[in-house]
């Protein structure tokens, strides 16, 4: 922790190897977030790309009493929910044309074979509930972590996490996936 705060110090600075650094510890780990919220690879590498930028240029707004890691998962979380707004706005948009489309590429980039019933299960949780549920499951933080990353209170960290399983093992049993 005290290593990613000094990478972050000399980013502050204008080091670019500190950040091409700081950018290798985290480019696997808000992949793994942004693909889960996102469901397309390439949406999911987009949003890590404006993430590591937005850190990079905001980097003089960061607190060194915030983990590194809780800033940059915030910094990845609010774009993706950005673009699951933008999504649903498209979605909409499309419906009330009569288009009846889904919103664009969604239907392109849904994982293969045995993904497909959790991808599907997930479209149909909460977004809040979903990303929490990402970032614990996917990542591993802790409900404080969460809390901190969110903006939001540990209980609701905890109410949001047990009604998005709740949700999710209801909607696999729905689908026969023996999850119920």
Same mark, same amino acid.
């Given at each position: 922790?005290?290593?990613?705060?000094?990478?972050?110090?000399?980013?502050? !600075?204008?080091?670019?190897?500190?950040?091409?650094? @700081?950018?290798?510890?985290?480019?696997?780990? &808000?992949?793994?977030? =942004?693909?889960?919220? &996102?469901?397309?690879?390439?949406?999911?590498?987009?949003?890590?790309?404006?993430?590591?930028?937005?850190?990079?240029?905001?980097?003089?707004?960061?607190?060194?009493? #915030?983990?590194? +890691?809780? #800033?940059?998962?915030?910094?990845?979380?609010?774009?993706?929910?950005?673009?699951?707004?933008? !999504?649903?706005?498209?979605?909409?948009?499309?419906?009330? =044309?009569? *288009?009846?489309? /889904?919103?664009? $590429? +969604?239907?392109?980039?849904?994982?293969?074979?045995?993904?497909?019933?959790?991808?599907?299960?997930?479209?149909? /949780?909460? !977004?809040?509930?979903?990303?929490? @549920?990402?970032?614990?499951?996917?990542?591993? &933080?802790?409900?404080?972590?969460?809390?901190?990353? !969110? $903006?939001?209170? /540990?209980?609701? /960290?905890? +109410?949001?996490?047990?009604? $998005?399983?709740?949700?999710?093992? *209801?909607?696999?049993?729905?689908?026969? =996936?023996?999850?119920?």
């Amino acid at each position: 922790m005290e290593r990613d705060r000094s990478l972050m110090e000399r980013v502050r !600075r204008g080091d670019e190897a500190a950040f091409t650094e @700081l950018a290798r510890r985290y480019a696997a780990r &808000l992949l793994a977030v =942004a693909g889960r919220l &996102l469901g397309s690879r390439a949406d999911a590498e987009d949003a890590v790309q404006r993430a590591l930028l937005q850190c990079y240029s905001g980097a003089a707004g960061y607190n060194p009493r #915030w983990a590194v +890691s809780t #800033w940059v998962y915030r910094i990845l979380t609010n774009i993706c929910v950005d673009e699951l707004r933008r !999504r649903a706005t498209r979605t909409a948009y499309d419906q009330r =044309a009569g *288009a009846g489309a /889904v919103a664009a $590429g +969604s239907a392109n980039h849904r994982p293969p074979g045995a993904y497909l019933d959790l991808h599907r299960a997930l479209e149909r /949780v909460p !977004r809040e509930a979903r990303l929490l @549920l990402a970032l614990r499951y996917v990542n591993g &933080l802790s409900y404080g972590e969460l809390a901190r990353i !969110r $903006g939001i209170s /540990v209980n609701t /960290v905890k +109410s949001q996490l047990a009604r $998005g399983k709740s949700l999710l093992r *209801a909607e696999l049993g729905k689908r026969g =996936a023996g999850h119920a």
